[in-house]
């Protein structure tokens, strides 16, 4: 195979950015340096371009269900690829009634293999939380798997995770040395606000967020913090929303706590003002957390310029808006949550981070 020269571009790693040339051998970037001169090399001329190294999302969904279907979405991950993010991180499901080993293997046959168009890696979702699924938590990173993602919401469903859970995994997480990820909201707020919307007969999509307020996600973080603190784990906290949030993790870090953040594009974007449009129209940006009002943004765009949220992950979900949204357009509960964004995740870091606010391209990287 012959050398690939890359000549000319404006190189970032993740400590400077430069113009220099990149030598490939074998598929291994094998020197960064001025003036490389290799005659029987491929080359290809970058100048003026920025050579990035590839990205990484590592908030993907290619799987969701809905009533009694589940539908895989892996071709999806082509999507990634035009736009620079060679990397995702996707959610394994437990199945009902399976191990995680069950599942991985099911689901690694059934919708991966032969569909990736990029490297990946996946977070399990936990659906049981019996004795047996708990303990194989020890083997997770034997099967290859890095992360425990876990749900202080919704309550009554099979991946919420009661406190004792949370607990144990946290807690097995530090002696294994697994991440642990969480969703968190407090799932009784939001249902007590749910069940007064379904007496009172209030069932369009603005009351999805009507009935997740930021207090629930407040209070959520606030206590992940003390569970992370008392048992020494670390953790990320998944699509931070609030400001307030970002106020709970900063000082969590200031105190020594591991604990770290991720936002998505559309809370860095998109405020209440599109939950409160047409039905049909709101309906579309749906997800959970909900989008908050504007002034929230500016400090999210500053906690990722402080590093007190370290990602920006797309939290992409192939839910269609005809075939799939619509579904709950007269009951907001029966709209499953979630939008797309993989392809679109590293234009809108450029054009709205490092354009516009996040002035050092390195801290992209
Ligand atoms: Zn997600």
Redo the contacts with the bound molecule.
């Keep these: 195979m012959k050398p690939l020269l890359i000549k000319n571009g404006i190189i970032v790693t993740e400590t400077d950015t430069n113009n220099m040339d990149i030598l490939c051998e074998n598929g291994i970037i094998t020197k960064i340096e001025h003036n490389i001169n290799i005659p029987d090399a491929n080359i290809v001329d970058a100048t003026g371009l920025f050579v990035l190294p590839g990205g990484v999302d590592q ?1 993907v ?1 290619f799987n969701f269900s809905m009533n009694n279907n589940t539908y895989y979405s892996w071709a999806s991950s082509k999507a990634a690829t035009v736009s620079g993010t060679t990397t995702v991180i996707d959610f394994l499901n437990q199945k009902p009634n399976k191990s995680i080993k069950e599942s991985l293997d099911e689901y690694t046959q059934l919708a991966i293999k032969g569909n990736t168009f990029c490297d990946y890696g996946l977070h399990i979702i936990l659906n049981s939380m019996d004795y047996n699924t708990l303990d194989e938590l020890k083997n997770l990173l034997d099967y290859g798997i890095g992360t425990c993602k876990i749900f202080t919401a919704f309550k009554g469903e099979t991946h919420y995770c009661p406190d004792e859970v949370i607990l144990k995994i946290l807690s097995l997480s530090k002696e294994v040395g697994f991440s642990v990820m969480v969703h968190a909201e407090n799932p009784d707020i939001i249902k007590m606000l749910q069940q007064k919307s379904i007496y009172e007969n209030k069932l369009s999509p603005d009351n999805h967020y009507k009935t997740r307020p930021y207090i629930s996600e407040i209070e959520a973080v606030s206590k992940m913090i003390y569970f992370a603190e008392f048992t020494g784990a670390n953790i990320c906290f ?1 699509h931070i929303s609030t400001k307030e949030s970002v106020e709970l993790i900063k000082n969590a870090k200031k105190r020594g706590l591991n604990v770290f953040g991720e936002t998505c594009p559309h809370y860095l974007l998109f405020t209440q003002e599109q939950l409160d449009k047409s039905p049909e129209e709101s309906i579309k940006f749906i997800c959970s957390p909900p989008l908050r009002e504007k002034y929230n943004l500016q400090h999210i765009w500053k906690a990722l310029q402080e590093d007190v949220l370290s990602f920006i992950s797309s ?1 992409h979900s192939d839910i269609n808006w005809k075939n799939h949204k619509m579904f709950g357009l007269n009951n907001y509960l029966q709209v499953p949550n979630g939008c797309p964004g993989l392809a679109e995740r590293f234009p809108i870091i450029w054009s709205e981070g490092v354009k516009k606010r996040i002035s050092n391209t390195t801290t992209i990287c």
Excluded: C, F, V
């Design positions: 908030h969904h998944a939290d």
